[in-house]
């Protein structure tokens, strides 16, 4: 076994689990508020879409921040 460790390497969640929390979301919200517009195919298209590019930043930020993983058992 190696004793350099190994980089961090995140992953953003995929697409469908972002769909599915922007659709609960969104219609929670529309519930809230009662109005149904909130929980429409557009509003919750573009907060799964928005949701993915920020993962997706925030996942390649971090992989590149230079974080390692230390597996000794110390």
Known sequence: MSDKPKQIQYVPPSAETL?????????????????????????????????????????KHLSTVGEWLDDDDE
């Open 19 to 59: 769909r599915d929390f922007a659709r609960a979301v969104c219609e929670s919200l529309a519930q809230q508020r009662d109005d149904p517009s909130l929980a429409s195919h557009e509003v919750i298209s573009g907060l799964a879409n928005f949701l993915q590019v920020i993962t997706r930043i925030q996942a």
